[in-house]
């Protein structure tokens, strides 16, 4: 890796380029089982494995799946919140040299028969109320061969395994349903217990494809990102080396982000894997009172999170009183985090929460503040050991954009994907002489480094000025009364577009537009300051908590076209 800018402001002990150890997803855990055998490495509510009991069930898993005809190379979706079942299947596919198909739970019907049929999966693993409610309906139209159902209670011991069915199946929507065997259906637990721990020999490459990782299809149709053991294990080992003060076989991670996202994937699931974490799932991020819960009764070290729950922390009933001093690290992604969110979570718990920046494409960490060196707020940090990137020519991609001037994101490492599945032509958009262009436009300082401004497409062209949402939102969120802020470019006659934000406020808080209009004024270029505003008690977010500028941009023009009509 030659000389950086940014370099030179890395924390002490973090080098610029590593010795990277040729460990496959599947050596990770055969490794933390042999270093931790006894240190546990999941906890779900009263559900306890260790690491040696994990790998048990890993390798009883993987043998189960071989039996169904899973090999190298086997596509297998894995439907599910994050339980148990999600972590042993994950790591059993690995074992195998197949390809995971992490799968949202809450995709509709489209999205589940595009991307189980694009990828070609021949084994589902699922939860039984997806099935009752989903899956059993659409099966003539996916290529599914195997279905294996798993429930939330299975791994659960007494009592609340006895009583969790009670519970779920009262839940809007139920998260408990009674499934009855037929053809081509088994069942996660007996499968697995039933089966010998025994898995069958498979060579697996470091440039093997581990995961067929789909975009949320914001762009487009939805594509699998095709990330090899090597772009995994490498991004593993970067976060690594970054945070300099981790102690293995000691730290606690409360995996609260889904595994079906990469974020989770890879910072929530394969990284505390590696260096011996236990791992506190959590299936459901929005269970506020549970995050807590779990943070204070498992003294969590680690918190890879994203904004909206560092906020929903901060504004719990009570927190002041609630001892969560055990969090050490946190690592804020998907969204940009407020200094006043960053600055109270820190006074509460102690820690440092240091932003970041990655995606889907990148396995997916890309850069992150220094832990101990200067951290810019409002800035994604610097690039991670051997990862270089450019800010460049929205139009051209190829001039070097000056310090200080927008331009799109291009990144270069190796954790960068192998390409789309069976999407040439895409690949070669999207990877240009071994670059990335990510589609994120930022801007670089004289330090090296990045403030994201906008996305390509989210860029609001208004009177001829290049507007980006995200500056907006950001000094929005900065009010204190106000709680998320999303901005997007609505049809304009004489400019083009012009600026509209959505607010969602404080509870009991009264703002009025006009005063939100020049709290703008006093921190914007008055171009970029919006001419519309609409308040909501709630804006729409996906499941990883990210505000859905989408969505409100299609309300908005469907709401034009019906008043045209």
């Known amino acids: 890796m030659e000389e950086r800018i940014w370099h030179r402001f890395y924390d002490p002990g973090v080098p610029p380029s590593l010795e990277y150890e040729d460990l496959t997803i599947r050596d990770l855990l055969a490794r933390s089982a042999r270093r931790y055998a006894e240190r546990p490495a999941v906890i779900f509510l009263n559900c306890r ?15 189960a799946l071989a039996a169904l005809g899973v090999g190298k190379g086997s596509r297998v979706a894995v439907h599910a919140p994050n339980v148990p079942q999600t972590v042993i299947a994950f790591f059993a596919i690995q074992y195998l040299g197949a390809h995971a198909v992490m799968t949202n739970p809450l995709y509709a019907e489209p999205e589940i028969e595009h991307q189980w049929n694009d990828a070609g999966v021949e084994v589902a693993i699922t939860m039984d109320f997806l099935w009752d409610r989903l899956l059993r309906g659409m099966r ?34 139920p998260a408990w349903a009674k499934v009855r065997a037929e053809p081509g259906l088994h069942f996660f637990r007996p499968l697995v217990s039933g089966s010998e721990p025994r898995v069958p020999e498979v060579a697996i490459d470091m440039d093997d494809v581990a995961l067929l990782q789909y975009t949320g299809g914001t762009t487009g149709v939805s594509k699998g990102a095709m990330l090899t053991q090597r772009n995994i294990s490498c991004n593993v080992q970067q976060i690594t080396a970054w945070f300099t003060g981790l102690e293995p076989g000691r730290e606690v991670l409360l995996a609260s982000l889904p595994a079906f996202h990469i974020f989770g994937l890879t910072v929530c699931t394969t990284w505390p894997v590696a260096n011996g974490a236990a791992m506190v799932l959590m299936a459901n991020p929005r269970d506020i009172p549970l995050m807590v819960k ?10 890879p999170s994203v ?14 009183k609630i001892d969560i001093s055990s969090v050490k690290y946190c690592f804020s992604g998907s969204a940009p985090l407020p200094e006043d969110v960053q600055t109270r979570f820190e006074a509460l718990t102690g820690s440092k929460i240091v932003e970041g920046f990655g995606l889907t494409e990148t396995s997916p960490v890309v850069t992150v503040n220094p832990l101990d060196g200067r951290r810019k707020i409002g800035h994604i940090g610097i690039p991670i050991p051997d990862t270089d990137v450019k800010v ?8 070097e954009m000056p310090t200080g001037q927008e331009g799109e994101l291009i990144v270069k490492g190796p954790q960068v994907m192998k390409g789309y599945w069976n999407m040439p032509d895409e690949t070669a958009h999207m990877i240009r002489n071994g670059w990335l262009y990510t589609g994120d436009l930022a801007v670089m300082d004289e ?8 996305r390509k497409k989210d860029m ?45 406020l404080r509870p009991g ?19 970029k300051v919006p001419k519309l505003w609409e308040f909501r008690e709630e804006l729409p977010k996906s499941s990883m908590m990210k505000l859905l500028r989408r969505v409100l941009r299609d309300e908005e023009i469907r709401k034009r076209g019906d008043a045209g009509a």
């Open 49 to 63: 494995l260790s690491y040696a009991q994990l790998e048990d069930q890993v390798r009883r898993c993987a043998a």
């Open 460 to 504: 609001i062209l208004a009177g001829g000025y290049n507007i980006f949402p995200d500056e907006i939102d950001r000094v929005l969120m900065s009010h204190p009364d106000v709680v998320e802020a999303c901005t997007i470019g609505v049809p304009d006659e004489k400019r083009g577009e012009t600026v509209k934000s959505f607010i969602q």
């Open 307 to 320: 904004p909206a729950l560092f906020n929903a922390v901060n504004q719990y009933p009570g927190i002041d």
């Open 509 to 527: 808080a009264v703002v009025t537009e006009a005063e939100l209009t020049e709290y703008c004024r006093e921190r914007l270029a008055r171009y």
């Open 294 to 303: 779990n943070i204070s009764k498992h003294r969590v070290t680690l918190l």
């Open 392 to 399: 460049v020519d929205p139009e051209d991609g190829l001039e």
């Open 447 to 454: 330090d090296g480094y990045l403030r994201i401004v906008g």
């Open 140 to 173: 003539a139209k996916l290529p599914v061969k195997h279905y294996v159902i798993a429930s939330i209670p299975e791994y659960l011991r007494f009592p609340l395994r006895q009583l969790a069915p009670l519970k779920l199946k009262k839940m809007d929507p």
